[in-house]
C-alpha cells in the first residue's frame, strides 16, 4: 500500500511561482509512474502531468506546458511540480497520483493510489 501525501500549496498572486512535492511511502517508488491532476471547485479532475515509471517520457497538459516542470528524486521518494507564470486559471486542488509500472498516462484511473490534495489559489 502506497501513501502519497502533497505539500507546498498555497496563495500566490499571478505570474509567481511555487513548487509541489508529493512524498511516497509503503512502496518502491522507483516502479511508480507519478501523475499531477487537479480539480477546480465545480470542475472535474484534470491531468497536469506525468512521467512513466522509469522517468523516460513526460507528459503536460497543453495549458501548463512551458510553464509546469514535473520532476522525481528517487533517493526522497519525492515527486515535485514546479508551477512558474502561475494564472488565476491554475486555481485549484492539486493531487499527486502513483500507478505500478505506469507509462504516465492522463487517465484518472490509471492510478491505484492518490494523495489528500493541496490547495493553490492564484490571485489576480
Known amino acids: 500500500q502506497v501513501q502519497l501525501v502533497e505539500s507546498g500549496g498555497g496563495l500566490v498572486q499571478a505570474g509567481g511561482s511555487l513548487r509541489l512535492s508529493c512524498a511516497a511511502s509503503?512502496?518502491?517508488?522507483?516502479?511508480?509512474?507519478m501523475g499531477w491532476f487537479r480539480q477546480a471547485p465545480g470542475k472535474e479532475r484534470e491531468f497536469v502531468a506525468a512521467?512513466?515509471?522509469?522517468?523516460?517520457?513526460?507528459y503536460y497538459v497543453d495549458s501548463v506546458k512551458g510553464r509546469f516542470t514535473i520532476s522525481r528524486d528517487n533517493a526522497k521518494n519525492t515527486a515535485y511540480l514546479q508551477m512558474n507564470s502561475l494564472k488565476p486559471e491554475d486555481t485549484a486542488v492539486y493531487y499527486c497520483?502513483?500507478?505500478?509500472w505506469g507509462t504516465g498516462g492522463a487517465a484518472t484511473e490509471h492510478y491505484e493510489y492518490w494523495g489528500q490534495g493541496t490547495q493553490v489559489t492564484v490571485s489576480s
Open positions: 497520483a502513483a500507478d505500478h
Open positions: 509503503g512502496g518502491t517508488f522507483s516502479n511508480y509512474a
Open positions: 512521467f512513466s515509471w522509469n522517468g523516460g517520457k513526460t
